[in-house]
């Protein structure tokens, strides 16, 4: 007898004693789970040998008993229960309460393959894992009949159960942002079709010649097949079969390395070479002295700045102080480096630790326990609050229209959207802090004093307009714990106070913190070195807010700011430990508009030696032009022995692609370029990104390691020559030609998190 709408909509309601199922009750053909027994025995622990076959698989982890059934008979629902119950014991013990008051009452019917899709899904709900893993829109896969086209005697599944559609399945309506509705019947095929094994690559539930039969009956071993699927599209199942000693041997290897990496560059000592005079500055410095001894120091950058350096000189900051939201005017051939002992000198964008209670105050009480404070006084535009160095408060945006902030309906991590008409931009209502912030730890920042009347805003960037950077506001900022100033040590404003930017030639930038709001940006002088430098939280700001897009900038509201980036030449950038960037890590970019919109290559660039960390994206190589220019490329530009680790993976990062190497834009151009011996440690998206493959235009790369996630690819080509999704060796062999790179495929989760 078929399923009625009450039990498909509602899975079994609780008519029957909790103790029926767990003692096993049911049909000749139900599986008996006997408490956790099933769960607590695995095979590995009696020393059988893992069976090949999927089928037999289910009986090796103890989720059924094959001599108590027939395969190709009738599965019941009753069996179905049991058998995922086993499963979920096995995944997580503790999801079991909650999967048993959800299945308290069963029956001895069959069911029909739409209803065990239903149950998949219901049971990955409990585990936590109902998501897609095959990185597709299910929605578009032929053949799924998704749209309830599947007949039971002639009435589709709609007419039959009456499904209403506000009965939304929210765990898969997040998959994509555009599937606002989606009921449990339609979410639930697309979770059969979508969701892979991990093992074998296939999804829970197949076709035959494009049909998903959602409409048959669904035999034992159907049944059977999917739950081991299930089970083993999860990161630990998986590695418990699939990850090598070998692969397991190599990740830990490599991070072991990173970590060797990251040591040496924090505690890297000056030893640059100078030829001119040495400059000194301290924080118990005074500007009086003449700063050319460490007793004697400087106090400010400021007096730096003032100072007529000449090529030779060398500026050295003590290690342990703390400079704030002043730009260094570097001079030509000027070193800037750090003296003493202790942590590097923090040149920072910051312009103050918001730690202290009397800096805050309560700006609005919830009756659920909901705290917004406002800061002391106003702020210019930031990009995040970094609460003690760990962890970032979320910005939350809202779209300026000229005189007010309106919501703003797109991502606030990515804040692109050109899907967005000016229409549906400036016909939203007006930004009320109180019903925005709607999580703990997020922030609206009111930062308009300055802002003009009129689209497009350019704040930062290359048409940014320095004026509109002091524009600033009330800052708000949720914590429901109790008053921020007390409860965090530090709380940093991540500014666009740009710090070293545009360096003049022949500088180099040694042993410095940069962070806390901007980075170093590279244009226009040439023979530039930055070295053994940590630069951290960088960017977040608003960088435009705009109903059209433009080189740079896109429809909606921007967000940018890279760590170190260059477009000029004989640039190095070299043994840096770059984390925390909400954009890219490193980036080589060139586009017209940059050095007054002449047709300049850039040549001779070096990035070697580096350590990238949570990045959102990590090393960028990025022309603009739409036609390969012949006087606008890149040349000889080398990316080597760089280590770049978990890209896209942290909270507050850039939700856009997350490479690890991206050679993206147009058609780049190049000549002399390589990726060389570097390590691409786990991405939120493929590791490698080419937005135009153009054969002639790829740049060399050789002996990489390519360390990805099994559901995740290794190389990702939009469009060109090549394009699709790449995962193996031997892609990396015929995509990259890399013929020398190694790649390790992961399948436990927790790699990424490291004590950092």
């Known amino acids: 007898m078929k399923m009625k709408l009450e039990r498909i909509l509602s899975f079994m309601l609780c008519a029957a004693m909790l103790l029926g199922l767990l003692s096993g009750c049911g049909g000749e053909n139900a599986t008996t789970v006997q408490g956790e027994s099933a769960a607590q025995l695995s095979p590995q622990e ?47 013990k503790s999801s079991l309460e909650k999967w048993y ?30 998501s897609f893993t095959n990185g597709v829109d299910p929605l578009g896969v032929s053949g799924n009949n998704l749209f309830g086209q599947d007949t039971h005697g002639g009435y589709t599944l709609f007419e039959e159960y009456s499904v209403n559609w506000e009965d939304v399945c929210a765990s898969i309506a997040v998959e994509e942002n555009s599937w606002t509705e989606i ?29 998903m039969r959602f409409a048959e009956h669904m035999t034992y071993e159907e049944a059977a097949v999917a739950v081991v699927r299930l089970y083993e599209s999860c990161a630990d199942p998986a590695a418990a079969l699939l990850e090598t000693d070998e692969a397991r041997a190599t990740a830990t290897a490599l991070l072991e390395q990173a970590e060797q990496r990251r ?120 990009g995040a609050l970094v609460l003690d160095g ?33 229409e549906e931009l400036l016909n939203q209502p007006p930004f009320v802090v ?43 900022f949720r914590c429901d714990v109790g008053n921020p100033g007390a409860l965090y040590r530090e709380i940093e404003f991540l500014t666009s106070t740009g710090l070293f930017d545009n360096p003049a030639s022949g500088c180099t930038l040694d042993n410095l913190f940069i962070g806390y709001g901007n980075g170093v940006n590279i244009n226009e002088g040439v023979d530039v070195t930055v070295q053994n430098c940590e630069v951290a939280w960088v960017g977040g700001v608003v960088s435009s807010y705009a109903l059209d897009s433009d080189t740079g900038y896109a429809k909606g509201i921007q967000r940018l700011a890279d760590a170190v980036g260059t477009c000029s030449s004989e640039t190095r950038i070299i043994n840096n430990y770059i984390h925390e960037m909400y954009h890219a890590g490193l980036g080589v970019e060139i586009f017209l508009e940059q050095k007054g919109g002449s047709a300049q290559s850039s040549e001779n660039i070096q990035i070697s030696g580096n350590l990238l960390y949570h990045c959102a994206s990590g090393i960028t190589f990025f022309n603009w032009d739409e036609t390969p220019n012949p006087d606008h490329m890149f040349k000889n530009c080398i990316f080597e022995d760089n280590y770049v680790l978990f890209t896209g993976l ?89 013929t020398t790179g190694v790649v390790t495929t992961l399948y436990a989760s927790g790699w990424n998190k490291l004590d950092w």
């Open 390 to 422: 760990t962890t970032a408060a979320q910005k939350i945006l809202g779209f300026w229209n000229g005189t007010q902030y309106l919501n703003f309906d797109g991502d606030d991590n990515n804040g692109v959207n050109d899907n967005f008409t000016a």
């Open 46 to 92: 009696l020393g059988e040998p893992r069976p090949n076959d999927e089928y037999e698989r289910a009986g090796w982890y103890g989720f059924i008993n094959p001599n108590d059934v027939t395969a190709d008979s009738q599965i019941t629902e009753r069996d179905m229960v049991n058998m995922l119950s086993a499963m979920i014991g096995a995944y997580d």
């Open 434 to 476: 109180e019903e925005q912030l709607t999580e703990d730890l997020t922030f609206f920042n009111q930062a308009d004093s300055s802002l003009p009347d009129s689209l497009p805003v350019y704040l930062t960037g290359w048409a940014g307009n320095e004026e509109l950077m002091n524009s600033s506001g009330p800052l708000y």
């Open 101 to 130: 008051a959800l299945t308290q009452t069963t029956s001895t019917d069959g069911i029909y393959r739409d209803y065990g899709a239903m149950m998949l899904l219901y049971a990955a709900e409990t585990m936590n894992c109902a």
């Open 183 to 211: 009921n449990y019947l339609n979410a639930s095929q697309a979770f059969a079709v979508s969701r892979l094994s991990l093992v074998t690559n296939r999804p829970l539930l197949e076709s035959e010649n494009g049909n």
């Open 263 to 382: 040591q040496t560059i924090l505690n890297s000592e000056t030893a640059v070479e100078y030829d001119g005079t040495a400059y000194y500055v301290s924080n118990s410095g005074n500007d009086s002295n003449d700063g050319k001894t460490p007793e004697t120091a400087w106090a400010t950058i400021s007096r730096v700045n003032q100072e007529n350096l000449s090529v030779g000189d060398a500026v050295f900051f003590e290690c342990g102080g703390t400079w704030r939201a002043t730009p260094v005017n570097t001079k030509a051939g000027v070193t800037y480096s750090a003296y003493g002992e202790g942590a590097k000198p923090r040149i920072i964008s910051s312009p103050e630790n918001g730690s202290g209670e009397e800096k805050w105050s309560l700006y609005y009480d919830g009756a659920n326990g909901e705290k917004i404070w406002v800061f002391y006084k106003d702020m210019p535009e930031c």
């Open 650 to 738: 942290n909270d507050w990062l850039d939700s856009g692609d997350a490479p690890a190497f991206a050679d993206v834009g147009g058609p780049n151009l190049q000549e002399g370029c390589a990726v060389h011996d570097n390590v691409f440690f786990v991405s939120r998206t493929p590791l490698v990104q080419i937005d135009t493959y153009v054969t002639e235009y790829l740049p060399d790369f050789e002996g990489n390691q390519y360390v990805q996630y099994a559901t995740t690819p290794i190389v990702w080509s939009v469009s060109g020559d090549c394009t699709g999704t790449f995962f193996g060796q031997t892609d990396v062999s015929e995509v990259l030609s890399d």
